[in-house]
């Protein structure tokens, strides 16, 4: 089993159309989450931190669910321009010498007119 | 807009030739970092550099070898690579090395490189 897990999707919702997906984390001494989007053949650019009370970047909120060691991303009224990969990126052990930066899979998101 | 540059874009390079990745950031971040990326799949660490030190070399064939020449620079030196080779270079830097703070990678806008 990876340490960090996404579904690949892909998810295909309609312009305007609410979706969410989750990202799971296997060890708890993960502490620093974060949400990247990956245009194809782009890299990867920080969409947002995720924090414990959860947060909130306009269309896109943010939550972590420490108790059952996951994170989301909803994003509300999809645009066309949202089409893209997510990729759910996690820091296991920060603040000591034994940190790690993990990847997810990624989730492939296609918005359709 | 992009706060880590990356050149070249686009890189064709045979097997028997030389080339070097260039990487550049201005953030003062002391961890750099290259990574692969193949199609569809998420990237892949292959080295850190840490306050201008290797710190981490993800047994990486050694057709391909970093040089850090100064805290803003990165480079990542090519030589008779393979056709498998190809994928997305991306160089990314960080405040502090794997995450140690908790802060977020900046990438570059990575290289495409092809291998004939």
């Known amino acids: 089993r990876k340490e960090v897990e996404q579904d690949p999707g892909p998810f295909n919702v309609p312009e305007g159309a609410t979706v969410a997906f989750n990202c799971t984390y296997s060890n708890s001494a993960s502490q620093s989450f974060f949400w990247y989007r990956q245009d194809c053949r782009k890299e990867p650019k920080l969409l947002m931190s995720v924090y414990s009370s959860g947060n909130e970047d306009g269309r896109f909120t943010a939550q972590l669910n420490r108790a059952s060691q996951y994170i989301s991303l909803l994003i509300r009224d999809s645009k066309l321009s949202d089409s893209a990969t997510y990729l759910c990126?996690?820091?296991?052990?920060?603040?000591?010498?034994?940190?790690?930066?993990?990847f997810g899979s990624g989730t492939r998101l296609s918005i359709r007119p | 807009d992009t706060e880590v540059t990356q050149t070249p874009k686009h890189l064709v390079m045979g097997m028997t030739n030389k080339k070097s990745l260039k990487c550049e950031q201005h953030?003062?971040?002391?961890?750099m970092y290259w990574y692969k990326q193949k199609a569809k799949k998420p990237p892949e660490l292959m080295f850190v550099y840490s306050y201008e030190k290797l710190s981490i070399n993800e047994s990486v064939p050694s057709r391909f070898s970093p040089e850090c020449p100064n805290s803003s620079l990165l480079n990542l030196h090519l030589h008779a690579l393979q056709p498998e080779d190809s994928a997305l270079y991306l160089c990314?830097?960080?405040?502090?090395?794997?995450?140690?703070?908790?802060?977020?990678?900046?990438f570059g806008n990575g290289t495409r490189l092809t291998v004939t």
């Open positions: 990314a830097s960080s405040q502090s090395p794997g995450g140690r703070d908790g802060s977020p990678l900046h």
């Open positions: 953030m003062g971040h002391r961890a």
């Open positions: 990126v996690v820091i296991r052990a920060p603040y000591s010498s034994a940190s790690k930066i993990i």
